[in-house]
């Protein structure tokens, strides 16, 4: 029994994403190269939630783009669970990146001749999941969200918070791994930024899930277990959360 405990014990501690000496240059063959990011090292445990802060044009858009495979790096490696992603074709990582990576975008990216529950669906339906049960599972997430009366709703009849959670359950609905948010409660009021990221945390408390949160702002850092400071393209610093500070003391 003991050795089944420490097993699970190590599994939750186990490494689910790092990164190493990652750099990404653009318009590398001109004389007007930006070096975005300048050799990042990061190490993210499977069941974090770890923010990213820093002041605007330091690289924690581009450090979460390169995560999510949106854009190419110009060097580095980036290991995803046990996954080199530089091993992965095109179309492998097209299929790594929709079963293993959820993605919260800073302005929405919802389809917009989609319903909300359509929207949130797509994930599911894009793995091979019955239509039906597709549907209910994302009726219930929007639910949970706040947004049982606006299921058929398309994007432009809702507002940008409202918009904001379709996107949120758009990235949760298929369990993935990782969850990557560009400010994903940027356009909520505080009431229902509370409602998120409490969500959040019960899922990444629940579920394991992984959530690394790209945020200005220091109230939704400090409900994360660590804040990654970056500036210049590098991280000055790290820190850990107050929220997980508290966690553990009780």
């Excluded at 029994?1 to 420490?6: A, E, S």
């Excluded at 959670?165 to 930024?193: K, M, Y």
């Excluded at 998120?196 to 790209?214: D, E, P, S």
């Amino acid at each position: 029994m003991k050795k089944i405990k420490n097993q699970e014990k190590e599994q939750e501690n186990s490494i689910i994403l790092s990164i190493t000496n990652l750099h990404k240059r653009y318009n590398e063959s001109k004389s007007n190269e930006v070096h975005a990011l300048r050799g990042i090292d990061l190490t993210v445990r499977k069941g974090d939630m770890m923010a990213i802060m820093g002041p605007s044009g330091c690289g924690k858009t581009t450090l979460l783009n390169m995560i999510g495979h949106l854009d190419r790096r110009s060097s580095g490696d980036i290991i995803i669970g046990n996954v080199n992603t530089l091993t992965l074709s095109d179309n492998q990582m097209t299929s790594f990146r929709r079963d293993n990576i959820g993605f919260i975008f800073q302005l929405f990216n919802l389809f917009p001749f989609l319903t909300a529950v359509e929207n949130v669906e797509t994930p599911l339906l894009l793995k091979g999941m019955n239509s039906g049960l597709a549907r209910e599972q994302a009726k219930m997430l929007l639910r949970e969200l706040g947004m049982g009366d606006r299921l058929y709703h398309q994007p432009s009849e809702l507002s940008g918070g409202q918009q904001q959670r379709v996107a949120v359950g758009r990235a949760l609905i298929n369990q993935p791994a990782i969850i990557l948010g560009d400010e994903p409660t940027g356009d909520l009021d505080s009431t229902t930024s509370s409602d998120v990221m409490a969500l959040f945390r019960r899922i990444n408390r629940t579920n394991k899930q992984t959530l690394v949160l790209v945020t200005h702002n220091r109230w939704i850092a400090e409900q994360c277990d660590y804040i990654v400071h970056m500036r210049d393209g590098k991280i000055s610093h790290s820190e850990q959360g107050p929220f997980n500070k508290k966690e553990k003391k009780q």
